[in-house]
């Protein structure tokens, strides 16, 4: 059983999430995707950095087009939210951290 996600990063979450709500540049896409990885985040334990699948992110943030998907991550690890390290393998899901500080 992995150990329950830390207080700190529900906070970070909050922050975030008011920020995200203030951004012009980002839109409800980005904001489902973020909360999807947050979702991720929580069950790895709250550790980072975290594989993620992307059927799976696009499932949990109803993002229909993978167009869309790779748009919203872009924008997410452009504005310092997440880091994000692609796999091209078809098992392995690729590498998401948690930024602890955003510009």
Not at 38 to 43: R, S, W
Not at 75 to 81: S, W
């Amino acid at each position: 059983m992995r150990p329950p996600v830390k207080p700190d990063k529900f906070k970070v979450y909050n922050e975030r999430a008011m920020k995200m709500k203030k951004d012009p540049r980002l839109f409800i896409s980005h904001s489902s995707l973020y909360n999807a990885l947050f979702i991720c985040l929580q069950q790895n334990g709250g550790i980072t950095p975290f594989q993620v699948n992307r059927r799976v992110l696009m499932s949990y943030s109803n993002i229909a087009s993978t167009a869309t998907y790779h748009k919203c991550i872009k924008k997410l690890v452009e504005l310092g939210y997440i880091s994000y390290s692609p796999s091209y393998h078809p098992i392995k899901g690729s590498l998401i951290s948690w930024q602890e500080e955003i510009a």
